[in-house]
């Protein structure tokens, strides 16, 4: 597996399409003004969010792929969320050494023999109205801002393996994140899984005898710090993992263009899945308001 280094672009020399179906960038400097980068912190979250009751991801064992294994889950308050977080943390801190890579993190938490854990994706503006205010839109795009979502979670927490099928901007604001990313054009070599946007091979602990074809594939690398941004085009497989105690992350998605759609022939079936299950959800509605 061969690992480069993602592209640094600044603000001003930056346009998406000018990437477009291309490569992801880092920007470094596209959040500044924001107030998200200059207050947030444990204490602000808590005053501005705690009360707010939040549905929170549940795996059993270590924070690993959390979304690919997900138990029952359940609803808390937000602040109840933060204490679990700040807690493991702090007992996560012996982990962390200069110079280790999101592997050895992966592994060291593994290790740790966690019984369950947590994650935290929630809207943004469904958390806190102070919190959306805080964290403005990106003037990247013309086209309509699906979604704002908030991510919180702790060392190794990793999203696993997976690809998204609108173009979007990973915004770090806690902490620090991993970002291993490779084209549309390698899933195969990715052992993606039927039907869904994930894939069983992990970078992070890669298993070559179970999945030889992953030696051949050829991906980006970058480590976030606050305040910097990471534009990802749509169909771009990638896995995130959290590299430091905590981690705050917020991620705007935009509506696809019609040419990023037709860019990338290997997500058309799961394009049309969607869209035939968002027909008969649309058809299923308007019989219920007809009754």
């Known amino acids: 597996m061969d690992i480069h280094p993602v592209p640094r672009v600044p603000r001003a020399e930056f346009s998406p399409h000018a990437f477009l179906g291309d490569r992801p960038a880092v920007v470094p400097d596209c959040t500044a003004g924001w107030p998200a980068v200059r207050h947030w912190d444990s204490e602000y979250l808590r005053r501005v969010a705690g009360p707010q009751e939040i549905a929170v991801r549940e795996t059993d064992g270590p924070p690993r792929n959390v979304f690919q294994r997900l138990g029952p ?134 298993d070559y005898d179970t999945f030889p074809r992953a030696r051949r594939a050829v991906g980006l690398q970058c480590t976030l710090q606050p305040g910097e941004c990471l534009y990802i085009p749509v169909g771009w497989y990638h896995q995130v993992t959290v590299m430091s105690p905590w981690a705050v992350n917020v991620n705007f998605f935009w509506r696809r263009l019609l040419s990023q759609s037709v860019a990338h022939t290997e997500l058309w079936p799961l394009l049309l899945r969607r869209y035939r299950a968002g027909r008969r959800q649309r058809s299923r509605t308007r019989r219920e308001a007809g009754r």
């Open 73 to 206: 889950g359940g609803r808390i308050r937000f602040e109840q969320y933060l204490d679990w977080v700040l807690e493991a943390a702090e007992d996560l801190k012996p982990v962390l050494r200069p110079g280790i890579d999101s592997g050895a993190v992966t592994q060291a938490v593994c290790d740790s023999r966690f019984e369950q854990s947590y994650y935290l994706d929630a809207k943004l503006a469904a958390l806190s109205t102070e919190l959306l205010r805080d964290a403005p839109v990106p003037d990247w795009f013309r086209s309509p801002l699906v979604d704002t979502n908030f991510w919180c979670g702790i060392l190794g927490t990793s999203s696993g393996l997976h690809c998204d099928v609108t173009p979007n901007c990973n915004v770090q604001v806690i902490g620090q994140k991993c970002f291993l990313l490779f084209p549309p054009s390698q899933a195969g070599l990715l052992y993606k899984l039927p039907k869904v946007t994930h894939c069983r091979f992990d970078p992070n602990l890669p």
